[in-house]
């Protein structure tokens, strides 16, 4: 068994955390998720405290179930949040509702429709932060954004993680 399936999952006050069968539901004030438990994974509720363990044997899906699961209850708690960085002369972003205006060198402003459950600010021109309750989406959202125009490789120019390191190329000499 693995070491996070080893590990208790602990629910914070706030959270309501439900089994009706092999269906799991969690709901907190961020959303709402629900979940179909896998054959070979077993679940112990006592009190606030979740175990999740294999029924017979040692199985894949109990890490990943524990996994899941502690992110959605932390997602309908706290919450996750990714910061993009925009860097480039004009580059800048401005969100208007569910929809995500770039400017990022191309000759029209290309628009991003936000999905459902996410959040996206700019609280500066070239700063986009992006929030939602399940972090999957949140990841995903971040990538589609920063595909739109990821780093240069020779000039370091595009939408970046703010934790990325972007390692500039040297130019062709002759």
């Known amino acids: 068994m693995s070491r996070i399936a080893r590990k208790p ?4 006050s706030g959270v309501e955390f439900k089994r009706d069968g092999r269906t799991v539901t969690i709901k907190g004030k961020k959303g709402e998720f ?3 438990l896998h054959d070979a994974v077993e679940l112990q509720i006592e009190g606030n405290v979740v175990y999740i363990k294999p029924k017979n044997q040692a199985h894949p899906m109990v890490g990943t179930t524990r996994k899941l ?11 996750f949040e990714r910061k993009l960085q925009l860097v480039g002369v ?9 929809v995500l205006e770039l400017s990022l060198g191309f000759s ?12 996206v ?8 932060v992006i929030k939602g309750a399940d972090l999957q989406q949140v990841g995903e959202v971040a990538a589609q954004i920063r595909a739109i125009r990821s780093p240069d ?4 120019k595009g939408a970046r993680y ?9 130019t062709k000499k002759k």
């Open 34 to 36: 629900s979940y179909e």
């Open 69 to 79: 699961l502690g992110n959605w209850v932390r997602g309908v708690h706290e919450g």
């Open 108 to 119: 029209n402003p290309v628009l991003y429709s936000v999905p459902k459950g996410i959040a």
């Open 9 to 12: 999952l602990e629910i914070p």
């Open 153 to 156: 490789a020779y000039k370091g």
């Open 90 to 98: 004009g580059y800048r972003a401005k969100a208007q509702g569910s």
């Open 162 to 170: 703010d934790s990325e390191i972007v390692e500039t190329k040297e």
């Open 121 to 128: 600010e700019t609280p500066a021109v070239t700063d986009i």
